[in-house]
């Protein structure tokens, strides 16, 4: 696959099969076996293909695209196909394609209504095999248009070949599903209409030419140059003197019979008709009309132009289910002489698979357009030219009327600087010319060049008069008051704008009067009077003040609003732990003597204290009173927790066969338990007891 | 709770407050907080680009532009100043807004100066900051435009680049475009942001063409064809460029005789197309790339100086008078 941006071409594309009907046959035998019978196969196989009408689907491109106007007398017609095997597909000859483009002036052929795909063809050529749709379009053309503007057979592989991009690559791919296409060319230059000077419009038809390869034209002697005037068939002039009615005729009534009559009747007509075959390299002249084309110009504009606007209009309108039909039939419009009424020439029909309209406006392409622009800057007025807008076209017979020439114009008056005189209407009524250059100017201009102020700047204009300017000539220079007015007009007229500005200005009344009540509070106070002026106008300052003033404290509160509270008060100091060593506290505390306190911090063992006597209170006679209760109160206590401990005791039984799983986490039983145990059995014994 | 506040620590907080605020922050748009509101500075903004602009009031009179031309013009700012202030001037009432407006206007400049460059910002391109400098632009009036819709417009600062070379939007030459626009089907208005040097035009990119290069033959409305020779083996162009001549029919103008042009193709040597032509190659052969206009080059010297056409009748104060375009023909 090529990378993006580039493309392969291909000579064509092979299709293994043709469309049309197979019939498959399989047959077996075993040679070992030669009494065995096999029933043979037969099936049926059908290779479709579009032959009257192709699907829109089968379309990827055109060019020049459908319903355009443009100067494409240099290019080519195309149509760029999806399905890259198409052109081949009917083809009896493998190297030649069954499609070919032609391309058809206005009143060269004739499209058809919808027929029965039996009409479709010439009559005596019949297409065998099956057909894709019921009904189709065709198109008749002349012998003698067929000899000049069709392909001959073999420029049909010339104009047919399959390009190969990548599917990626959006310009060239144009969203095909496998980068393969096949192209089909025209091979006819459209050319704009040099003798009446006006665009011509032209049908591109993709048509079919089965069974008709013999009609095409031999192999003519070339030449290596053309004249744009040739004539090459119009069926519109006959139309013109019998105003034949395209429907009536299609109908076969009205005129139509008078017609026949009348040619066969020979006279006038045939004579015409015959010298216009005969000499097919007669110029087609304004005298074949009668009168100079120039004067039939808008009548030709006007139709071009209806045309082209009636596709427009009903590609807009259309329901959408039969847009592309009644597209396709409106582009018809000057397609639909019928020719085959009048003409004693034999007549050719051809399916049409699709076709498209477009129109040549002008002479040359692109580049020639853009050679002979008019460069100049914005107040250059036209270099004299012979003919600069018109495409050049043929001189007009000897004889016919001078063509119309344009109502001429005064020149405008032009200064250097870029400024036109204009007719001016003043409010008094006076008609004078005043001055008015628009935004567009020829020279490099200075933006703030007002000279009655420091920077030049214009100071702000509040109306528009206020930027009239008079010019030392005397005359008014109304170009930035014309500015003004159309920016004034420009913002009324989007009440969104409107809106928008009051709003604003709302906003900023609002804040000017903060402003103004912020000045006089603070009219004493020179720091903060030069704090407002220095910034000016604020809007909303009182709830910017604020804010602001409490994201200020919050930043700072300390200075602002108060010292803040620590996290945690200290407890208030005891007295005689101030100042005191901590040793003698305990040693006075506890009554341990203070040696017996350093010699256990020294060899950092408690078991020192052991040999400390404990200090007993002196003997008193309350003292012993307090004894005897408090051995009561201590056999009272120690007989209430053992029987707690019994009490206790049957839930642990259970409590430890439930908890063997906890073992681990239940501590080992201590010295205390032992005690609660002894004190636990004692108490039961007394119980019992 | 006591809270004690002196004077001075008031007076501080609001000076801060006062000189620390951006004053009215009315929106939150890309170019951050500013003083007019986001639409209004928006409309503004396309207003100094002459939207909506009536069409004669920027080509007053239309023998200026005549059908099949091209005039280029530089912009002139104090016009479109005008065009703001009296699109403001809608939103006074009274003297007290007119002289706050008065107050306020060197700032409204400035920010619409700043986002009249971000009104046409292509995806891949960043917006130009910074003042407003000069516009130019070029009005074009032609077939060219209504035939070929979507025209491939390209300014540059200087001529560095070469007349067919293809150069990407950030290129620092190249100039962007404020505007590009179509104002009817025939007129095209591009305004760049800055003075070009050279200016290209392109036939737009769609697809692939076909076609030759027409060329008159003498007579009147007689032509004759030609193709430059590509190579089968390469695809490029022959060096030096050999013209192939492209044969017709007799008697049906433009009809192309396949035959005769299929020979004159293969006769010429270096086309290394062996000894039949297919489809293909007569395609290559055929194919037409897009057209550039090239506008400005220096290289070609302008046969009729621009001054000439100006008539002197009005004296008026130019700073600078400067030409620069000229009419150039590749």
Request: contains cysteine.
């Amino acid at each position: 696959m090529p990378q993006p941006g580039h493309f392969r071409l291909h000579g064509r594309a092979q299709p293994p099969l043709v469309a049309g009907d197979y019939v498959i046959e399989g047959d077996q035998s075993i040679p070992e076996e030669p009494s065995a019978r096999f029933d043979s196969y037969r099936g049926h196989l059908r290779v479709t293909a579009p032959r009257f009408r192709l699907p829109p689907d089968h379309i990827l491109s055109t060019f020049p695209p459908a319903n355009s106007e443009g100067a494409y007398e240099t290019r080519l017609p195309q149509i760029v196909l999806r399905r890259r095997t198409l052109p081949w597909e009917r083809s009896t000859d493998p190297e030649v394609p069954w499609l070919a483009l032609v391309v058809i002036a206005e009143g060269e052929g004739e499209l058809s209504a919808e027929k029965k795909v039996e009409d479709c063809v010439t009559p005596g050529v019949t297409l065998t095999g099956p057909n894709d749709v019921a009904t189709g379009v065709h198109l008749t053309v002349t012998e003698s248009v067929v000899k000049k503007i069709f392909p001959t057979k073999d420029d049909l592989p010339l104009l047919t070949h399959v390009r190969e991009v990548d599917i990626h690559d959006t310009e060239l791919a144009m969203g095909d599903d496998d980068g393969f296409m096949a192209v089909v060319l025209a091979n006819r230059l459209p050319q704009f209409d040099r003798v009446e000077c006006k665009p011509i419009r032209y049908l591109a038809c993709l048509i079919n030419l089965e069974g008709q390869y013999d009609v095409l034209p031999p192999p003519s002697e070339p030449v290596d140059r053309f004249i744009a005037t040739e004539f090459v068939y119009d069926a519109a002039l006959a139309l013109e003197q019998y105003q034949i009615d395209p429907d009536l005729a299609q109908m076969g009534v009205g005129h139509v019979a008078q017609l026949q009559q009348m040619q066969r009747s020979g006279g006038a007509t045939r004579a015409r008709q015959a010298g216009s075959a005969a000499d097919t390299s007669s110029v087609r002249a304004g005298l074949q009309k009668g009168s100079y084309a120039g004067a039939s110009q808008p009548k030709t504009m006007q139709q071009w132009q209806l045309a082209t606007q009636t596709v427009e209009n009903v590609a807009v309108t259309a329901p959408s289910g039969e847009a592309s039909r009644l597209v396709r039939d409106a582009m018809k419009v000057g397609f639909r002489f019928p020719i085959e009424g009048f003409t004693y020439e034999r007549v050719f029909r051809f399916p049409v698979l699709t076709h498209w309209s477009f129109t040549v406006t002008g002479a040359g392409g692109f580049e020639t357009l853009m050679r002979n622009l008019d460069v100049g800057l914005l107040g250059t007025l036209p270099a004299p030219r012979e003919d600069a807008a018109r495409p050049p076209c043929a001189d007009p017979p000897a004889g016919a009327a001078p063509p119309p020439t344009a109502i001429a114009r005064p020149e405008p008056e032009l200064a250097e600087t870029g400024h036109v005189g204009l007719p001016h209407l003043t409010r008094r009524g006076e008609q004078i010319r005043a001055w008015y250059r628009g935004p567009l100017t020829p020279h490099v201009m200075v933006r703030d060049r007002d000279p009655e102020t420091e920077d030049g700047r214009t100071p702000l204009a509040h109306t528009s008069d206020q930027l009239r300017r008079v010019v030392p000539d005397g005359r008014e220079d109304l170009s930035l008051a014309a500015a003004f007015e159309i920016g004034r007009l420009l913002a009324l007229s989007h009440p969104s704008i409107v809106a928008a500005l009051m709003r604003w200005r709302r906003e900023q009344f609002g804040a000017a009067r903060a402003k103004k009540i912020v000045e006089l509070a603070a009219g004493s106070v020179a720091l903060l009077k030069d704090a407002v002026h220095d910034v000016g106008v604020t809007a909303d300052l009182g709830r910017l003040l604020g804010r602001s003033v409490i994201l200020a404290s919050a930043k700072d509160p300390e200075h602002v609003l108060a010292p803040v509270r620590p996290l945690k008060d200290p407890a208030r100091p005891i007295e005689f732990l101030v100042n005191r060593d901590i040793d003698e506290v305990l040693s006075v505390g506890f009554g341990i003597p203070l040696k017996t306190l350093h010699t256990m911090r020294e060899r950092m063992d408690a078991s020192v204290l052991s040999e400390v006597p404990v200090p007993v209170s002196p003997k008193g006679p309350e003292m012993a009173i307090d004894r005897d209760a408090l051995q009561h109160a201590l056999a009272e206590r120690v007989n209430a927790i053992a029987t707690d401990v019994l009490r206790g005791q049957k839930d642990v039984i259970t409590h430890r066969s439930t908890a063997k799983t906890r073992k681990r986490s239940e501590p080992e039983p201590d010295a205390l338990d032992e005690l609660l145990d002894v004190a636990a059995r004692r108490r039961r014994e007394e119980i019992e007891g | 709770m006591k809270v004690t506040l002196t004077a001075t620590q008031v007076m501080n907080v609001m000076k801060d407050v006062v000189t620390s605020t951006h004053p009215a922050p009315t929106d939150e748009g890309d170019l951050g907080d500013r003083i007019v509101p986001r639409d209004l500075r928006q409309f503004l903004a396309r207003l100094r680009l002459l939207g909506g602009v009536p069409f004669s009031y920027l080509v007053p009179d239309s023998q200026l532009l005549p059908p099949e031309s091209i005039r280029f013009f530089y912009l002139d700012r104090a016009w479109t100043d005008a065009l703001v202030q009296g699109a403001l001037s809608v939103g006074t009432v009274n003297s007290s807004d007119r002289a706050q407006l008065e107050q306020l206007y060197p700032a409204i400049r400035d920010e619409i100066d700043e986002e009249e460059r971000i009104v046409r910002v292509p995806g891949s391109e960043g917006a130009r900051v910074g003042r407003a400098g000069q516009v130019t632009g070029f009005l074009l009036r032609s077939r060219a435009v209504s035939g070929w819709p979507g025209l491939h417009v390209r300014a540059y600062r200087s001529d560095v680049v070469g007349d067919d070379e293809m150069v990407d939007e950030g290129h620092p030459d190249r100039l962007k475009l404020l505007r590009l626009e179509r104002l009817a089907p025939a007129v095209l208005l591009a305004l760049f942001d800055g003075v070009p040097a050279v200016v290209h035009i392109e036939e737009p990119r769609q697809g692939v063409q076909f076609g030759v290069r027409l060329d008159s033959a003498g007579g009147a409305n007689t032509f004759r064809a030609f193709v430059p020779a590509r190579s089968a083996s390469t695809g490029r162009d022959l060096e030096p460029q050999r013209d192939m001549r492209v044969h017709f029919r007799a008697g049906a103008p433009g009809v192309i005789d396949m035959r005769k042009t299929a020979e004159e193709f293969l006769n010429t040597p270096g086309t290394n197309m062996g000894s039949a032509l297919d489809g293909a190659e007569f395609a290559l052969q055929m194919i037409r790339f897009p057209y550039r206009q090239v506008f400005g080059d220096p290289s070609v010297t302008a046969p009729q100086p621009i001054d000439a056409v100006f008539r002197p009748t009005v004296a008026y104060t130019l700073k600078n008078l400067e030409v620069r375009f000229s009419e150039v023909i590749r």
